[in-house]
C-alpha cells in the first residue's frame, strides 16, 4: 500500500467534503498500513451520496487496487474476487457464460465490498432479498493483523454485511449468481395516476414478475398526487432475439457554476416523462434496464458545485399508502422535487447484516438540489412524517439524518459497536452515534 497524499474526497452526492490521507490498496496478502495515530475506513467507488465512505482527518483504504478475480465455478454459479472488483467488471465476464448478479443495485460502477458493505438493494427484493443473502463467504482483515473467514452464520459475517465498512477491510468475497440465457430483458410499462392504483399493480405485478420499480412524479398534486410509471422486468427465455442497443454514452464534462436542476426545469421534465409514449411491453438489454443513469457519466455535476442529497427512507406496508402521500404532498408544496423519484416494495426475506437498510415495508428515493436551509427544513419535515410512522432512512444515501433516528431505526447499533475494528471509524458513524 503505497500513501497518496492528504486529499478532499466525497460521495456521489459531492457533499459533505472531507480530508483523509489516501492509501491505496493493491494487494490483499498485505497487512494493513497502521499509521501511529488517526483511524481508518475502506473507499469503495464512492457511490454512496453521503459520508458513509468518509473519514475527516484519518485515512481512507482505497480499494479499487484490489481488482483480481480469484475463482469461478460455472456449474454452480460461484464466484470469486477482490472486494474492489465492480459489479461491472463482473458482469463484463459473467453475462457472456451464462450468469447474472442475484442482486444489482441502480448503478453497476459499485464496488462488490461497497454492495456488501452496504448490504445493497435491487429491483427484485421481494423475491431475492438483499446483497448479503448471496454472499457464501468472505475475508475480513482487521487492524491486529488478523484474517477472519467469515460465514454466513458467524456474527463476524452478520456485523460486516451492511456494517458500514467499520468491522475491517474485506479483502474478497465469494458471491452465488443465477443463471440467465441471454442479456436480454422482457419488460412491461403501466402508467398509474395515483397511489392508489400504484398499489394495485403492485400488489398483481410482484407475484409474477422479479424486477419492478416504479418512477413517481413528485411535482403532481391533487388527485395526480403520486402518479408515475410502474416497469416490470424478467430475464429473457432461451432464443429470444432484441434489436434493442444499449444507449451510447454521455458525458457532463464539467461541473457548471450553478445546478442545472430548478423548479421549471423539473416540473416540465417530470410532465413530460409521464406523459411519454412508451410500449407497454419491449425486450431491452440489461444495462439500460437496470442502470438508466449508467451512460451519463458525471451525471452528479448537473447539481452544480454545492451539490444534492438523496434522501431514501422504507416505512411498514401497513399504512404506507398514507405515509408516501404525506411526504410526496410535502415535497410537492415545498417546490423542491427532484427528476428521480424512485417507489418500490421491500419484501419479507430477512436481511442478512445486523445493520441492513431492507425491511419489509415501501421504500422512496428522491435526489434534491443543495439549497441550503429550504432543503434542510423540508428534510425536517420528511423526518417527522418517518419517525412517526417508525419508518427508516438509508445510511448509504445519507448525509444529515438525526443521531436518534439513526439509533431508532437500527437497534442493533449498540450491539454492532462490539464489532467495530478499534481502528476503524467513519464521519457518517461519528454524527450518528455523536462521538466527536
Ligand atoms: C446512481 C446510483 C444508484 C444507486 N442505486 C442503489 C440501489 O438501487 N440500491 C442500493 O442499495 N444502493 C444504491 N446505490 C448506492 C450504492 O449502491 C451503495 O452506496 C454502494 O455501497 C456503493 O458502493 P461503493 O463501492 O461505491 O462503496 P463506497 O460508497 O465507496 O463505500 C460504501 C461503504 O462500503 C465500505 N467499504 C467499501 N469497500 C469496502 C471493503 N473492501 N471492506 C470494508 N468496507 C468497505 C465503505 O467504508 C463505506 O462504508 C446507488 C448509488 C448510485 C450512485
Known amino acids: 500500500m503505497n500513501i497518496v497524499s492528504p486529499s478532499p474526497l466525497a460521495g456521489w ?30 473507499y469503495g467507488n464512492g457511490r454512496s451520496y453521503g459520508d458513509v465512505p468518509l473519514n475527516d482527518g484519518g485515512y481512507s483504504l482505497l480499494t479499487r487496487g484490489l481488482d483480481r478475480f480469484i475463482a469461478f465455478d460455472p456449474i454452480n454459479g460461484l464466484l470469486q474476487a477482490e472486494a474492489g472488483v465492480t459489479l461491472a467488471e463482473v458482469l463484463e465476464i459473467i453475462v457472456p457464460r451464462g450468469w447474472f448478479l442475484a442482486v444489482t443495485p441502480g448503478t453497476r460502477f459499485v464496488t462488490l465490498g461497497g454492495a456488501l458493505a452496504n448490504d445493497v438493494h435491487g429491483k427484485n427484493h421481494h423475491v431475492a432479498g438483499s446483497f448479503g443473502a448471496h454472499v457464501s463467504r468472505f475475508e475480513l482483515l482487521r487492524s491486529d493483523g488478523e484474517r477472519r473467514l ?51 399493480i403492485n400488489r398483481v405485478s410482484e407475484l409474477g414478475w422479479p424486477y419492478t420499480v416504479s418512477w413517481i412524479d413528485c411535482a403532481a398534486r391533487g388527485k395526480a398526487l403520486g402518479r408515475g410509471v410502474y ?34 426545469v423539473l416540473r416540465s421534465f417530470n410532465f413530460l416523462y409521464y406523459h411519454a409514449r412508451r410500449p407497454p411491453q419491449a425486450c431491452s438489454h440489461y444495462g439500460p434496464f437496470f442502470y438508466p443513469l449508467d451512460h451519463v457519466q458525471h451525471w452528479n455535476r448537473i447539481y452544480g458545485p454545492r451539490g444534492f442529497y438523496q ?118 458513524w461519528r454524527r450518528v452515534t455523536n462521538q466527536g
Not at 434522501?311 to 408544496?333: K, M, P, S, T, W
Open 13 to 42: 452526492g459531492r457533499l459533505p467534503i472531507s480530508r483523509q490521507i489516501l492509501l491505496r490498496c493493491r494487494d490483499r496478502s498485505s497487512p494493513l498500513p497502521l499509521p501511529a495515530d488517526g483511524t481508518l475506513l475502506p
Open 150 to 200: 467469515c460465514l454466513p452464520h458467524d456474527p463476524w459475517f452478520k456485523a460486516t454485511v451492511g456494517g458500514l465498512g467499520l468491522t475491517g477491510l474485506i479483502t474478497w468475497l465469494e458471491i452465488r449468481l443465477q443463471p440467465v440465457a441471454n442479456p436480454w430483458i422482457i419488460l412491461e410499462n403501466k402508467v398509474f395516476r395515483n397511489l392508489e392504483e400504484y398499489f394495485d
Open 231 to 264: 416497469l416490470a422486468g424478467r430475464h429473457a427465455p432461451v432464443g429470444t432475439k432484441s434489436t434493442s442497443l444499449g444507449p451510447s454514452r454521455l458525458v457532463v464534462p464539467f461541473t457548471p457554476p450553478f445546478s442545472l436542476v430548478n423548479t421549471p
Open 311 to 428: 434522501y431514501q427512507f422504507v416505512v411498514a406496508h401497513d399504512n404506507a399508502q398514507e405515509v408516501v402521500g404525506e411526504v410526496l404532498e410535502r415535497i410537492a408544496v415545498s417546490g423542491q422535487g427532484s427528476f428521480l423519484a424512485v417507489l418500490k416494495t421491500f419484501g419479507k426475506l430477512p436481511a442478512q447484516g445486523m445493520l441492513s437498510f431492507p425491511r419489509p415495508g415501501v421504500t422512496l428515493a428522491l435526489d434534491f438540489p443543495n439549497r441550503g436551509g429550504a432543503t434542510m427544513s423540508l428534510f425536517s419535515s420528511l423526518d417527522s412524517v418517518v419517525r412517526q410512522a417508525g419508518g427508516a432512512l438509508y445510511p448509504a444515501k445519507d448525509a444529515r439524518m438525526r443521531g436518534d433516528d439513526f439509533r431508532r431505526a437500527y437497534p442493533a447499533w449498540e450491539e454492532f459497536q462490539s464489532y467495530i475494528d478499534p481502528r476503524f471509524s467513519s464521519d457518517f
